[in-house]
């Protein structure tokens, strides 16, 4: 950022995409809910052990599951509840689905309803809640089809192609939104001094080339036979056939790792393993793996799930999982390169 430039906020920079006709006054409001939602989320991940939501979900010692069967923190509940409560009235929505939901929940009667779906992983990275490591918010949003009376999860299982917008918040160090409408990938930092998101990158550029990657290397042993190669190889180094050496970094919450690879580059992979392969895989596609594969692609990198671009999975479930890929593009060439060549 140019600072002696007077800075862009999200504001700004949303009413300027406006004027130029690439988005409505509806998914402008949208954005900046979600926005707002963020920052009441910000606010309360920033609290930590002060605020008493640490810890599990649930009373009387019986722990709350969501429906992907995992154990619910307090702060996914909450962050669920912020997203639900701020998106409810303003009219821009027909129907919000979340990871901690089991169905999409349509727009209540009493308000307005809107053209847009909303999708969102509350709070991913769920297991670093309470160990104060970053965590982030994921968001996706869909065109509703028209003539549609009751809004169901059908409506929702739509390819990532047909994304209108997505970003995910970073809870970090510093709170950091980064979006794309379909025109690049921008990202805003949020001034706790005025409460509102500034613009830090204009055009965020993912380099081609890293030697860097992101993957869980203690499922290995689970790993399917072209990933065991891909891995292996990098690991490898100079002397191997990749004729470099790689640095690894796992950070465990997919906003975090994401972020550190549209800021300087890498590779991020949650690949198939025979513990996850009943399911399909460990992230799920519509509000984690779609809004960060239109993320990645805007900013000139990839995203597959080895075997085929992500965006153009047809989706067949509102919760479905599959394997990821993404990052620097020649890389995640590489590793799709290596399914290939087994298959
Ligand atoms: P969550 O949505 O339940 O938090 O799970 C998703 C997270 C991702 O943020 C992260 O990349 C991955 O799960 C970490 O998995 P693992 O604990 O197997 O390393
Ligand atoms: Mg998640």
């Known amino acids: 950022m140019n600072p002696t430039a007077s800075p862009v906020s999200l504001t700004r920079y949303l009413i300027e995409e406006q004027r130029e006709g690439r988005i409505g006054p509806n998914l402008r409001l949208l954005i900046e809910v979600v926005a ?32 992907q069967g995992e154990a619910q923190k307090k702060l996914d509940v909450l962050s669920n ?28 009667d009493e308000y307005p309803r809107g053209k ?12 670093n809640i309470d160990v104060n490591i970053s965590v982030g918010t994921i968001f996706s949003v869909l065109r509703c089809p028209e003539d549609v009376e009751t809004v169901g999860d059908e409506h929702f299982l739509q390819p990532g192609t047909a994304q209108v917008a997505a970003g995910y918040c970073t809870y970090g160090p510093s709170t950091m939104l980064v979006l794309t409408i379909g025109n690049g990938t921008h990202a805003f930092t949020l001034d706790r001094e005025i409460g509102s998101f500034v613009m830090t990158t204009r055009g965020m550029r993912i380099p081609e080339e890293t030697r860097e990657f992101a993957v869980n290397m203690s499922n290995q042993r689970f790993w399917e036979e072209p990933m065991q190669q891909y891995v292996g190889d990098l690991l490898a180094g100079k002397e191997g056939p990749r004729g470099k050496d790689f640095n690894m970094r796992w950070v465990a919450s997919m906003v975090a790792d994401v972020h550190r690879i549209l800021t300087r580059g890498g590779i991020f992979s949650y690949p198939l393993d025979s513990k996850c392969a009943p399911k399909g895989g460990k992230l799920r596609l519509m509000y984690e793996a779609n809004p960060m594969a239109f993320l990645v692609e805007q900013a000139g990198g990839a995203a597959s799930t080895g075997r085929q671009r992500m965006l153009d999975v047809r989706p067949t479930g509102l919760h479905q999982r599959v394997p990821v890929f993404l990052g620097s593009k020649n890389e995640v060439e590489a590793a799709v390169r290596y399914h290939a060549e087994h298959d």
């Open 81 to 108: 509840e912020i997203l639900l409560e701020a998106n409810a009235w303003g009219g821009h929505l027909a129907a919000l689905a979340s990871e901690e939901m089991d169905h999409c929940v349509a727009i209540p």
């Open 36 to 67: 707002r939602a963020c920052k009441s989320i910000s606010i309360q991940v920033g609290k930590g052990a002060l605020g008493g939501v640490l810890g599990d979900a649930g009373s009387g010692g019986e722990a709350s599951i969501n429906v």
């Open 116 to 127: 847009y779906l909303l999708l969102f992983d509350p709070l991913d990275g769920s297991s």
